[in-house]
């Protein structure tokens, strides 16, 4: 059985409020078009919580209300537990919150329904390098609990696309995955909290082509101070991070085996809300020309371990 990490679904009580697109409500239609390529479990959630990807004027996702998000939670509890052999769930939570939704988050995560918790990797032009997340790295370090770091609704650099969606969605959101996980091994996060277990979808962004580049970069005087020189080379903490395959780039794919390695990578299509074949996602995987065993640890083994799923 494939399981597949990167999935959205949302509530009935969201497209109410929202336009968003009819493949997040298609539960039945999901399990169906997975289940006939042989991806069996889907790790869900929504990278907004009770918002939407979609823009809608005057619409601040950080300022949902609590009773909104817990909701919205509910829901998804609900629809994995009628779906127990398809789907776990993601608990959303912007990563600068204050203690009590950290905590509220946590207690979620003590449910057999929620398997990890999904981020942003920069929350209203800020990225997670700042101290505001701390508490936030902390509680996941804690949990132990798989965190995937995806791009939000407006990433940094959305406002100069000039409105123009589909630049917004496929080109300035997996650089927003690029650079909120490069100031993440900046600010020593993974150091400080060795047991964090980070997921960058979109086969990591450009970090696979990057890390000569991280290492120059980090040659260079910080702010206030010297060059840092006697640290380990930065790239070397990209074998800390998780990848998923959800690109449509045979050449990413390969530099993202080649650089985080097969182990590292998880078996990822983002659909919904995504509409290309699910065909074609295995079919890049096949195409790596990986090992037997190696295949396997992509389609399901690393991800069985990491969200601790047993024999699901």
Not at 64 to 81: K, M, N, Y
Not at 92 to 116: R, T
Not at 273 to 290: H, K, Q, S
Request: charged share 15%; net charge negative; proline share 9%.
């Amino acid at each position: 059985m494939i399981i597949d990490v990167h999935g959205h679904v949302t509530s009935p009580e969201l497209f109410k409020r929202f336009p968003m697109p009819p493949s997040l409500a298609d539960i039945d239609g999901v399990i169906e078009q997975k289940l006939a390529v042989g991806i069996g479990m889907t790790i869900v959630g929504s990278p907004v919580g009770a918002g939407t990807m979609v823009p809608v004027a005057g619409l601040d996702n950080y300022a949902q209300p609590a009773d909104q998000l817990a909701s919205f939670h509910e829901w998804l509890g609900e629809t994995v537990r009628s779906h127990p052999d398809n789907f776990r769930g993601y608990v959303y939570v912007n990563p600068f919150s204050d203690d009590e939704s950290l905590a509220a988050a946590a207690k979620l995560l003590a449910q057999p329904e929620f398997a990890g918790l999904i981020v942003n990797t920069s929350v209203r032009g800020e990225y997670l390098s700042s101290p505001r997340a701390e508490s936030f790295f902390a509680m996941a370090h804690e949990t132990g609990a798989p965190v995937l770091l995806h791009p939000p609704a407006e990433p940094v650099g959305a406002a100069a696309m000039n409105g123009h969606l589909g630049l917004i969605e496929h080109v300035t959101r997996p650089c927003d995955i690029t650079a909120g996980v490069a100031s993440i091994l900046f600010a020593g996060w993974l150091r400080r909290f060795p047991g964090l277990k980070l997921i960058a979808p979109n086969a990591g962004g450009a970090l696979a082509l990057l890390a000569e580049k991280l290492n120059l970069a980090q040659q260079r005087a910080r702010p206030g101070g010297p060059p840092v020189t006697d640290e380990e080379p930065v790239s070397e903490q990209l074998s800390l991070i998780y990848v998923d395959t959800a690109t449509p780039s045979a050449v990413a794919l390969k530099a993202a085996a080649t650089v985080f390695g097969p182990e590292r990578m998880l078996f990822g299509t983002d659909s919904p809300p995504l509409t290309a074949p699910l065909r074609t996602g295995l079919d890049l995987v096949e195409g790596l020309g990986l090992t037997p065993q190696q295949r396997e640890l992509v389609h399901s083994g690393t991800a069985r371990a990491l969200f601790d799923l047993g024999e699901a």
